[in-house]
């Protein structure tokens, strides 16, 4: 019988493992209601994980694992020759004005930090990159070191491109055309000349090496076709009518 003011000795050890229990949870690694610490929230700009970083900025239009979709494919051993990595980190922090390719770094309206366009950049160069991937082989530069010659491109064209674009661009059996105005008014001379060189591999595109057996384009070949191609970019892009004649009443 207990004393008055007791309590039981059921109810006792009752309360003390109670306690015990609560004690136990609260000093436990992880409180009622509080999330795993691994699970916590991270600033976005604090997130410099590559897989995150590319998937959310640049998958849209260089494709899953960079294997090329509107734009050309950054997981490409070619492109990661010709391109430095201050080429890749310019093109992606500031992007490229008057064509697809926006600016990412915030210090260019974009959303990314600095760390974190280094973040992708390094991503891409130690993923993609392959040492010894063109033995032997004398890449033409990424950049033009003088200027093209329309004219020279156009015979240039004729040998190298006509067989899969058409005697005129306009497209043929195995490719489309190369000289549609939409298409040449977004993309800039360096995207052009970047293409002729890489090629587009997810497109069966061969790269510089490719378009005739035996014998690549030279650095001067690849610049001719390429003014000759942004010789034939439309001065208004994307208007179908002729400035000269106005339907009544003027445009609206």
């Known amino acids: 019988m207990s004393h008055p003011g007791t309590l039981p000795a059921a109810c006792m050890l009752a309360a003390c493992g109670l306690a015990t229990c ?19 929230w991270v600033p976005p700009g604090k997130i410099l994980d590559f897989g995150i970083l590319y998937t959310d900025n640049c998958a849209g239009c260089h494709g899953q694992d960079g294997q090329g979709g509107a734009a050309i494919g950054l997981n490409d051993p070619v492109y990661l020759v010709i391109a430095d990595d201050a080429t890749i980190r310019r093109v992606t922090a500031d992007g490229v004005p008057g064509t697809a390719m926006p600016a990412f770094a915030q210090h260019s309206g974009g959303m990314l930090t600095d760390d ?7 991503g891409i ?60 008014a977004l993309v800039s001379d360096q ?12 497109l069966g595109a061969p790269d510089w090496r490719g378009d005739v057996p035996g014998k690549p384009m030279s650095p001067e070949d690849v610049s001719d076709v ?27």
């Open 22 to 40: 609560v004690l136990t949870t609260a000093c436990g690694t992880q409180a009622p209601g509080r999330p795993p610490v691994d699970s916590q």
């Open 116 to 122: 974190q366009i280094n973040a992708i950049v390094g």
């Open 125 to 184: 160069r130690s993923r993609w990159a392959k040492p010894g991937a063109l033995p032997g082989a004398d890449a033409p530069p990424y950049a033009a070191q003088a200027p093209g010659d329309p004219k020279r491109g156009a015979a240039v064209y004729g040998i190298y491109c006509s067989s899969c674009h058409g005697a005129d661009g306009r497209g043929g059996k195995r490719a489309s055309s190369i000289v549609d105005g939409s298409y040449l």
């Open 191 to 202: 995207g052009l000349r970047t293409t002729v060189i890489v090629g587009r591999p997810e």
């Open 226 to 252: 390429v003014a000759w191609l942004a010789a034939l970019r439309p001065q208004f892009p994307g208007r179908p009518y002729s400035t000269a004649v106005q339907p009544e009443g003027g445009f609206r």
